[in-house]
T-cell receptor
Framework: AQSVTQLGSHVSVSEGALVLLRCNYS??????LFWYVQYPNQGLQLLLK??????LVKGINGFEAEFKKSETSFHLTKPSAHMSDAAEYFC????????????FGSGTRLSIRP | GAVVSQHPSRVICKSGTSVKIECRSL??????MFWYRQFPKQSLMLMAT?????????EQGVEKDKFLINHASLTLSTLTVTSAHPEDSSFYIC?????????????FGPGTRLTVT
């Protein structure tokens, strides 16, 4: 069974500092991996996705993530945090199958300090 | 492109009544739609997978008689919460997989906030 674990339910960084949100996955087959962002009372917006192409994936809003098979990780980073980055971030995994369900991690709330 | 809408965005209903939530893919056809629920400060939990023209597949622990899903067309899926109770209050989010995309591509709606009084 596939699953994702997000380390840290809440991360707080200063504006301009590095953002690092951690995600580890478990999958019996090569996975598809995603990062989504959710602003309060809104749906999900896809930040980036890994689909077995390049291991370093660049997304929107300056975010990127690196797929590391040896560590079963897919951490999300951004070099310089902006106040508008404050939101809930979800890591998710999907396996290539007819069902193609997406399974979400527990989420990490990112706060930005002025 | 790839916009998914949900209606209503917010609904308040009395305990014991039923409420229907619509999920529409506005600019693409979706062979599969997914329904999630999200409790405050928690993650999204997949409730069911809905395929056009066939019965929905429910996740373990989800009552299929309580959460009725209909996927009557390639652009519309509905979730009906029957005999709603306060514990059904939640944020319901749908997603849709385009007919022509790879299996991993899903687009999410903005969610529906259900409050049962």
């Amino acid at each position: 069974a596939q699953s994702v674990t997000q380390l840290g339910s809440h991360v707080s960084v200063s504006e301009g500092a590095l953002v690092l949100l951690r995600c580890n996955y478990s999958s019996s087959v090569p996975p598809y991996l995603f990062w989504y962002v959710q602003y309060p009372n809104q749906g999900l917006q896809l930040l980036l996705k890994y689909t077995s192409a390049a291991t370093l994936v660049k997304g929107i809003n300056g975010f990127e993530a690196e797929f590391k098979k040896s560590e079963t990780s897919f951490h999300l980073t951004k070099p310089s945090a902006h106040m508008s980055d404050a939101a809930e971030y979800f890591c998710a995994v999907s396996e290539y199958s007819s069902a193609s369900k997406i399974i979400f991690g527990s989420g990490t709330r990112l706060s930005i300090r002025p | 492109g790839a916009v998914v809408s949900q209606h209503p965005s917010r609904v308040i209903c009395k305990s014991g009544t039923s409420v229907k939530i619509e999920c529409r893919s506005l600019d693409f056809q979706a062979t599969t739609m997914f329904w999630y629920r999200q409790f405050p400060k928690q993650s999204l939990m997949l409730m069911a997978t809905s395929n056009e023209g066939s019965k929905a597949t429910y996740e373990q622990g989800v009552e299929k008689d309580k959460f009725l899903i209909n996927h009557a067309s390639l652009t519309l899926s509905t979730l009906t919460v029957t005999s709603a109770h306060p514990e059904d209050s939640s944020f319901y989010i749908c997603s849709a997989r385009p007919r022509t995309s790879g299996t991993y591509e899903q687009y999410f709606g903005p969610g529906t906030r259900l409050t049962v009084t």
